[in-house]
């Protein structure tokens, strides 16, 4: 999906926090729920940053829905929004390299060095 100028303006009004990530949703309007989105986010133990509605201009949905979560890699939270029904249509990790292995081998680092 290429950067648009609705995109462009978010990142502008709504800049990237360090170890976030940037996901699209696509739904109906009696679908939308932003408590429930808020929800699908913190079962993945994550924080919803920010929230923006939008309109969308190929009428394939109803309403575009623009969320900032922080975490790394929105994986997990594109799964978990598909099993509340929304459908993830983009999501673009931070500037930051996925830290699920890295973070893995850190620890086995950190526990081989106490071990010393």
Do not use: W
């Amino acid at each position: 999906m290429s950067k648009d100028i609705k995109t462009y303006q978010v990142d502008e009004l709504y800049p990237a926090h360090e170890g976030s990530s940037h996901l699209l949703l696509g739904c109906r309007r009696s679908d939308y729920s932003a408590s429930r989105i808020a929800h699908a986010v913190e079962d993945c133990d994550a924080h919803l940053l920010n929230l923006n509605l939008m309109d969308d201009k190929d009428r394939n949905y109803d309403m575009l829905v623009d969320i900032r979560v922080n975490r790394v890699s929105g994986e997990a939270i594109a799964r978990s929004l598909a099993r509340y029904g929304y459908e993830v249509l983009n999501f673009t990790p931070g500037d930051y390299p996925d830290d699920d292995s890295t973070l893995k081998r850190r620890v086995d680092e950190l526990l081989r060095y106490l071990n010393v």
